[in-house]
C-alpha cells in the first residue's frame, strides 16, 4: 500500500480502496516535457539556481552556487560559446 494513498484515505475520511478506485477513475494525461533550444533562453533574467540547473541539464556541469551571480553567469556563456 502507497502511503500517499492512506494519508489520502485518512484525510478524506474514506477507505483506502475507496481512494485507489477514485484514481482509477480518473484519466492520466501524459505531459511530455518541452524542449527548450539553448538560444531561447535568455539567461541574464535566471536566477542562481536556475542558472546551476540549466548548467546541470544542457550540459552536465555543475556549478557552484556559492559563487556569486555574475561568475555563474559567464562560466554559462562560455559553455553556450563552446556549443556553437
Known amino acids: ?3 500517499l494513498n492512506k494519508m489520502k484515505a485518512w484525510l478524506w475520511g474514506s477507505t ?9 477513475d480518473n484519466k492520466i ?4 516535457p518541452i524542449e527548450i ?6 539567461i541574464e ?5 536556475q542558472l546551476e540547473a540549466f548548467a ?6 555543475e556549478l557552484d552556487r556559492r559563487h556569486n551571480k ?5 562560466q554559462v556563456r562560455k ?5 556553437e
Not at 533550444?37 to 535568455?42: L, R
Not at 533574467?45 to 539556481?49: A, H, W, Y
Not at 546541470?56 to 556541469?61: A, G, K, M
Open 79 to 83: 559553455l553556450l560559446d563552446t556549443m
Open 45 to 49: 533574467s535566471m536566477t542562481k539556481k
Open 37 to 42: 533550444e539553448p538560444a531561447d533562453v535568455d
Open 56 to 61: 546541470r541539464d544542457e550540459f552536465n556541469v
Open 1 to 3: 500500500m502507497n502511503i
Open 16 to 24: 483506502y480502496d475507496q481512494v485507489v478506485e477514485r484514481q482509477k
Open 70 to 74: 555574475k561568475r555563474l553567469l559567464n
Open 29 to 32: 494525461i501524459n505531459h511530455e
